[in-house]
């Protein structure tokens, strides 16, 4: 009874170093997203797939990219790390990418860039 | 442009008192409106939803809260708190037009015993 899958759950990088942060879901569901999480601004979307093959841009993708590696799998890639990205990051899914669906969260990463 | 207010940022309440958290929104359209809740260490989990049809919707853990469409407001309620009711809530709308949720900041909540 997975869910929603993250990993790392905590990084620490220095300024300029790359890395990817995976995330896996098993409801076969075909929307998925990843969001950023900063005290007193709530979750802000980076990106989203809502379905496998496809992705776009959110209101904050400057500084990432993803990847929708299979139905299951959307991963957010950091190419050169900035102290402004360090947040909690939260990947999420849901059956479709319909008005009313709700989403499933995973537990978060932890990201501190020094 | 969509945006949701959550205008306190803490609520305090005692154990088995009703507990009230505030939410205002502002969309072109009808709103799909939602509630989550975060425990420490944890991801969002969905409450509860309002689509259309009834102003009052009942959704997970006793949670309830009601769309007022001339106020703009949705409000989450539970009658009696719980201490295990401690947790960040936010509050989110979507407009029907996009797929962009918007989230408002968060409230934490603490019930104390």
């Known amino acids: 009874n997975a869910g929603v899958t993250q990993t790392p759950k905590f990084q620490v990088l220095k300024t300029g170093q790359s890395m990817t942060l995976q995330c896996a879901q098993d409801?076969?569901?075909?929307?998925m997203y990843w969001y950023r999480q900063d005290p007193g601004m709530g979750l802000r979307l980076i990106y989203y797939?809502?379905?496998?093959?496809?992705?776009d841009k959110g209101e904050v993708p400057n500084g990432y990219n993803v990847s929708r590696l299979n139905k299951r799998e959307f991963s957010l890639r950091l190419e050169s790390a900035a102290p402004s990205q360090t947040s909690v990051y939260f990947c999420?899914?849901?059956?479709?990418?319909?008005?009313?669906?709700?989403?499933?969260f995973g537990s978060g990463t932890q990201l501190s860039v020094l | 442009a969509q945006s949701v207010a959550q205008p306190e940022d803490q609520v305090n309440v005692a154990e088995g008192n009703p507990l009230t958290v505030k939410c205002t929104y502002s969309v072109s359209g009808n709103p799909y409106l939602f509630w989550y809740v975060q425990y420490p260490n944890r991801g969002l989990q969905f409450l509860l939803k309002y689509i259309t049809g009834d102003n009052l919707v009942k959704g997970s853990y006793g949670f309830e809260a009601e769309f007022n469409k001339s106020q703009t407001s949705f409000h989450l309620k539970k009658p009696s708190a719980l201490v295990s009711d401690s947790a960040l809530y936010f509050c989110?709308?979507?407009?029907?037009?996009?797929?962009?949720?918007?989230f408002g900041a968060g409230t934490t909540v603490t019930v104390r015993a």
């Open positions: 989110a709308v979507r407009d029907g037009r996009g797929y962009k949720l918007s």
């Open positions: 797939s809502a379905s496998e093959g496809t992705t």
């Open positions: 999420a899914s849901s059956e479709a990418e319909g008005f009313g669906e709700k989403l499933f």
């Open positions: 409801m076969n569901h075909n929307s």
